[in-house]
Each structure stands twice: as C-alpha cells, then as structure tokens.
C-alpha cells in the first residue's frame, strides 16, 4: 500500500477505525495498524506515541462525525421533541457501527489514557448539553415554560442526556416513553413548579 507522507496520519488513523468497526477497540494494536495502514511501526509512533493515544484519536473521530451528523439533523425543525429522537438515533447508529460496546472498553486503557479519554468525552458531552438548551430555546411550545433555579434549562438538558445515555447503554432503541414523560413535564398546561 502506497501513501504519502501528508496523509499518513489519516490513514492510520482510518486503519484504526476499521479495526474498531469491526473488531473491537480492544483490537486495535500499533503493530496490526501499522500492517494494515502499510506503514511502518516507528512511523504509526511519530503519529500516535501510544497504543492510547490512537485509540482517544479514535473516539474523538467517532464523536466529532457523530456531532456532525447532529449539526445537520438539527438545524431544520423548531420542535425540541423532534430533534431529541434525531439526536438519539444517530448516537444509537453510530453505537451500533461498532462490533461490541467499545465505548465500555475504554477501561482498559492506562491511568493517564483514561484521564485523557474522560476529558474528551466531557468535552462532546458538553457540546451535547449545550445543544439541547439550544434546541429547548427554539422550540416555540418550550418558551413558556417557567423555568426556575430548581428545574432550570441546564439542569433539564442535563437530565435529559444522562437518561439518552442509559437508554443507549441499555440498547433499548425506542425513546417512547422517555419523550411522553418530558412532554408531561415541559408541556403539560397545568403544572407546578
């Protein structure tokens, strides 16, 4: 395999990816990358000094397509409980790309790798939570409601995605319930707060 030097990160990383897809992130190892990518071993380290570091480059690829694929089925409609199941299916299908559960496999990385990865992921969940009080600010059947200290919008984006995340964890793959009971909460004429 023939590459050249500007995209040889690109293609290890690629490499990486599809062992992942297809393997597990548990798979991914600098020398079977380093095969597959037809680059050698101390090339990979120039790119990715640790098995850890290519595999948080790997996540931090899966995030950054996810939230693209968010940004674009987001933008078109106003109703919040919409673009909730959008959100919701494309971070399922992305789950569902992957052989196993990679994400859970993370564990297995070095102290300071998981250190790392968990930084990263804050950072996608943030980005996650900050679309949602988007999402609640232009939905026009959410501007009424009263929000308060108690159930502010940041506390309710946030326990809306900490559910998404149990509710993909548990592959349930149906967020019926879930959206019915918010719709009780958020729109509901006759609540208190």
Same mark, same amino acid.
């Given at each position: ?5 500007? %995209? ?14 297809? $393997? ?44 693209? $694929? ?8 106003? %109703? ?11 971070? $399922? ?18 102290? $300071? ?81």
């Amino acid at each position: 395999m023939e590459n050249n030097l500007s %995209n040889h990160k690109e293609v290890i990383l690629s490499q990486a990816k599809k062992i992942a897809v297809s $393997d597990g992130i548990s798979k991914i190892n600098i020398r079977t990358v380093a095969k597959n990518s037809g680059i050698a071993i101390g090339t990979v380290y120039n790119y990715f000094p640790s098995k850890g570091d290519l595999l948080i480059s790997v996540v931090t690829e899966f995030w950054d397509e996810a939230f693209a $694929d968010l940004e674009g089925i987001t933008s078109t409609s106003s %109703n919040f409980f919409d673009n909730l199941e959008n959100i919701y299916r494309v971070l $399922d299908n992305y789950l569902h790309h992957f052989k196993e559960n990679w994400l859970n496999q993370l564990v297995l990385l070095k102290a $300071d790798e998981k250190v790392m990865a968990r930084k990263k992921e804050e950072e996608y969940f943030q980005k996650v939570h900050d679309k949602l009080i988007l999402l609640i600010d232009r939905d026009p059947d959410l501007q009424d409601y009263p929000w308060s200290e108690v159930i502010s919008k940041e506390k309710m984006a946030e326990f809306i995605f900490d559910h998404m995340l149990i509710i993909l964890k548990k592959e349930k793959g149906d967020l019926t319930f879930f959206i019915a009971l918010l719709k009780q909460i958020l729109i509901n004429k006759n609540r208190t707060v």
